[in-house]
């Protein structure tokens, strides 16, 4: 479930939490924050898109269905990756604290919590990891914020719909590779969510339009999926 989109100074941030009005909680407070958040309920998927994602932080629940949070965690340290990590758990025990931290949490919150303490401690995490606001990428022609989720025409932004940005991050991170239509649909609407593949093929038929004229191409695989190229006609 994708629950908000960010705005200039966002971050994305990746929650995987099993706990349905919690999760609905801590999203719509971190998007009154100006974050974008991505919903994941159930370890075995979240096992796969935390390799792929790009977030720049991740809440997640310990007590989770499939693979736990600790192992999410420590598979997550074993690869490298060093994203700032907030663990969630309703066990209060020293041990269990201890547990978390040397796994590789940088930060324990015992439920129940208060939003704002959440929120308090990502502002910590994102001031500690010191993320740049207008660190731009080039694509083709174009230039990507990718914190603040944004594309340029040199210093005129590119107005994108939170929905065709989200299928553009998904092809952009693919670097080139083709990307499936359950996975741009995964990513633009949330894993699980109940909405017909048919929609892609209206976001990409829009972004393509948008992109074109930059020297940006979305190329179609009929049947397999899309990929997005750079100084290449389609």
Same mark, same amino acid.
């Given at each position: 479930?994708?629950?908000?989109?960010?705005?200039?100074?966002?971050?994305?941030?990746?929650?995987?939490?099993?706990?349905?009005?919690?999760?609905?909680?801590?999203?719509? $407070?971190?998007?009154?924050?100006?974050?974008?958040?991505?919903?994941?309920?159930?370890?075995?998927?979240?096992?796969?898109?935390?390799?792929?994602?790009?977030?720049?932080?991740?809440?997640?629940?310990?007590?989770?269905?499939?693979?736990?949070?600790?192992?999410?965690?420590?598979?997550?340290?074993?690869?490298?990756?060093?994203?700032?990590?907030?663990?969630?758990?309703?066990?209060?025990?020293?041990?269990?604290?201890?547990?978390?931290?040397?796994?590789?949490?940088?930060?324990?919150?015992?439920?129940?919590?208060?939003?704002?303490?959440?929120?308090?401690?990502?502002?910590?995490?994102? $001031?500690?990891?010191?993320?740049?606001?207008?660190?731009?990428?080039?694509?083709?022609?174009?230039?990507?914020?990718?914190?603040?989720?944004?594309?340029?025409?040199?210093?005129?932004?590119?107005?994108?719909?939170?929905?065709?940005?989200?299928?553009?991050?998904?092809?952009?991170?693919?670097?080139? $590779?083709?990307?499936?239509?359950?996975?741009?649909?995964?990513?633009?609407?949330?894993?699980?969510?109940?909405?017909?593949?048919?929609?892609?093929?209206?976001?990409?038929?829009?972004?393509?339009?948008?992109?074109?004229?930059?020297?940006?191409?979305?190329?179609?695989?009929?049947?397999?999926?899309?990929?997005?190229?750079?100084?290449?006609?389609?």
């Amino acid at each position: 479930m994708k629950l908000a989109c960010g705005k200039i100074s966002a971050v994305r941030i990746t929650l995987i939490e099993d706990n349905g009005s919690l999760a609905k909680g801590i999203g719509y $407070r971190l998007e009154d924050a100006g974050h974008a958040v991505d919903h994941l309920a159930d370890g075995a998927e979240a096992e796969t898109y935390l390799q792929a994602d790009g977030a720049d932080l991740v809440i997640l629940d310990i007590n989770l269905p499939g693979v736990d949070g600790l192992t999410l965690l420590r598979q997550m340290r074993q690869r490298g990756d060093t994203r700032p990590v907030i663990l969630l758990t309703a066990r209060a025990e020293t041990e269990d604290r201890v547990l978390g931290l040397d796994a590789g949490a940088d930060d324990y919150l015992i439920k129940p919590f208060d939003m704002a303490e959440l929120e308090a401690r990502v502002r910590a995490l994102l $001031r500690r990891r010191a993320i740049p606001q207008q660190q731009r990428e080039a694509v083709g022609a174009l230039q990507y914020d990718v914190a603040g989720r944004q594309l340029f025409d040199g210093e005129t932004e590119i107005d994108l719909p939170r929905r065709e940005m989200s299928m553009f991050e998904c092809l952009y991170a693919a670097n080139g $590779r083709l990307v499936t239509k359950s996975t741009l649909l995964d990513h633009a609407y949330g894993v699980g969510t109940d909405v017909a593949d048919t929609v892609v093929e209206v976001y990409v038929s829009r972004l393509r339009r948008r992109l074109s004229p930059h020297g940006i191409q979305i190329k179609t695989q009929r049947g397999l999926g899309y990929q997005l190229l750079t100084g290449q006609a389609e």
